[in-house]
């Protein structure tokens, strides 16, 4: 049962940059959907950005600004958070499925974003 486990969050001052880190305990297909999501305090859980080994995609708030990008040899899914802005304090998850993989989530990382 593969479990994720993520990493890198952490205070930070508005225009700074974070990147966070999504390991996973076993292997990954390069072709599972690997995602970011987050929840703001308060708030629902949203979808931030995904990857798969043909597509990535960003959800417009953090277009230009977040790069999601994946190391399959490690199984490992990362979050390069750029231009940082209060709105984007929140719980990050870490999300992953595939054909051989159940619908699996990681327990979150903490960022906070100072203004």
């Known amino acids: 049962q593969v479990q994720l486990v993520e990493s890198g969050g952490g205070l930070v001052q508005a225009g700074g940059s974070l990147t966070l880190s999504c390991a996973a305990s076993?292997?990954?297909?390069?072709?599972?959907?690997m995602g970011w999501y987050r929840q703001p305090p308060g708030k629902q859980r949203e979808w931030v950005a995904f990857i798969t080994s043909t597509v990535t995609n960003y959800a417009g708030s953090v277009k230009g600004r977040f790069t999601i990008s994946r190391d399959n040899a490690k199984n490992t899914v990362y979050l390069q958070m750029n231009s940082l802005k209060p709105e984007a304090t929140a719980v990050y998850y870490c999300?992953?499925?595939?054909?051989?993989?159940?619908?699996?989530w990681g327990q979150g990382t903490q960022v906070t974003v100072s203004s």
């Open positions: 999300n992953a499925v595939g054909t051989k993989l159940r619908n699996t």
């Open positions: 076993g292997s990954i297909l390069s072709s599972d959907y």
